[in-house]
């Protein structure tokens, strides 16, 4: 079976520290994202990789970066967290970009609260 | 842009009773569409997609949706629903010529009462 694992479910961060999110994905897909949902706003991309060391900006990336060094590993990074950015974060993977009729592959996410 | 609109945030049901969750599609071309589910504290499950041919497309669960391309419409649907049916639905889209960048809708918190 299919598995995207995000390394934390909950987590409780001070303003200002450095946060990183973990997420692992075993499928050998080429496709990693990091999302954000909250209330009413649905799921907006912070980042995407399409292959190792590659990535490209979603819909807001500010006050974040990614790290993809492996194929099955995409990391979010919150430089200076801040409390606007206490949120869940959802990471997914999928196949090849051409393959758009393939559907992405989702982790159970990670509850950010930044105090 | 390629986008989809949910426009109910949430929609009541009683057991037993059919439910309809309404998706609303602008695209250029011939459209992919797809359902997902959120369950608590869980990511978003794939529930099935559109890609060309019967405009009823079965999936997970017993859901099924309806694509209609005159009312730029796919809607999500059950026959008979289950309190445990309760969880927020998505519908998203991918980017026109091609990969699997999805766009999301805002989603419909569905909600089955005995």
């Known amino acids: 079976d299919v598995k995207v694992t995000q390394s934390s479910r909950y987590l409780v961060k001070r303003t200002g520290e450095k946060v990183f999110l973990e997420c692992v994905q075993d499928?050998?897909?080429?496709?990693m994202f990091w999302y954000r949902q909250d209330p009413g706003l649905g799921l907006r991309l912070i980042y995407f990789?399409?292959?190792?060391?590659?990535?490209e900006k979603g819909d807001i990336p500010e006050g974040y970066s990614v790290s993809r060094e492996k194929k099955e590993r995409f990391s979010l990074i919150l430089e200076s967290a801040s409390t606007n950015q206490t949120s869940m974060y959802l990471c997914?993977?999928?196949?090849?970009?051409?393959?758009?009729?393939?559907?992405?592959?989702f982790g159970d996410g990670t509850r950010l609260s930044i105090l | 842009a390629q986008s989809v609109a949910q426009p109910e945030d949430q929609v009541n049901v009683a057991e037993g009773n059919p439910l309809t969750v309404k998706c609303t599609y602008s695209?250029?071309?011939?459209?992919?569409l797809f359902w997902y589910v959120q369950y608590p504290n869980r990511g978003l499950q794939f529930l099935l997609k559109?890609?060309?041919?019967?405009?009823l497309v079965k999936g997970s669960y017993g859901f099924e949706a309806e694509f209609n391309k005159s009312q730029t419409s796919f809607h999500l649907k059950k026959p008979s629903a289950l309190v445990s049916d309760s969880a927020l639905y998505f519908c998203?889209?991918?980017?026109?010529?091609?990969?699997?960048?999805?766009?999301f809708g805002t989603g419909t918190q569905l909600k089955v009462e005995l």
């Open positions: 998203a889209v991918p980017p026109t010529g091609g990969g699997n960048k999805l766009t």
């Open positions: 997914a993977s999928g196949a090849r970009e051409h393959y758009s009729n393939q559907p992405q592959h």
């Open positions: 695209v250029s071309g011939n459209p992919y």
């Open positions: 499928m050998d897909h080429e496709n």
């Open positions: 559109y890609i060309t041919g019967d405009n």
């Open positions: 990789s399409y292959d190792v060391k590659m990535k």
